[in-house]
């Protein structure tokens, strides 16, 4: 089955960086946007950045100039390089990527099982 598997989130300072990962594995034909969102406790899910395949990015204006979104085709793989974190940061991020699945041959959304990422002031 199609899996997205999000890395390296974890507990940094305020001022330090992260660096997420989604690798997406499985029956993966061709992966088109691909996106990080958050979700902080008693908040709404946000969209936090996204790309075309064509590497075009969008961001939330909350992190323009501290995030970066990038992704590697060859390798069904975004990444997120967070700087300049913020408690206001922490939340659980979410990879999403519209797909197509050779196993259901079809095109969907898939959501990764999320990773946490908590700054300390």
């Known amino acids: 089955q199609v899996q997205l598997v999000e890395s390296g989130g974890g507990l940094v300072q305020a001022g330090g960086s992260l660096r997420l990962s989604c690798a997406g594995s499985g029956s993966i034909v061709s992966i088109n946007d691909m996106a990080w969102h958050r979700q902080a406790p008693g908040k709404q899910r946000e969209l936090v950045a996204a790309i075309t395949r064509g590497g075009t990015t969008t961001y939330a204006d909350s992190v323009k100039g501290r995030f970066t979104i990038s992704r590697d085709n060859a390798k069904n793989t975004v990444y997120l390089q967070m700087n300049s974190l913020k408690p206001e940061d922490t939340a659980v991020y979410y990879c999403?990527?519209?797909?197509?699945?050779?196993?259901?041959?079809?095109?969907?959304?898939?959501w990764g099982q999320g990773t946490q990422v908590t700054v300390s002031s």
């Open positions: 999403a990527a519209d797909l197509i699945d050779g196993g259901l041959l079809r095109r969907g959304n898939y």
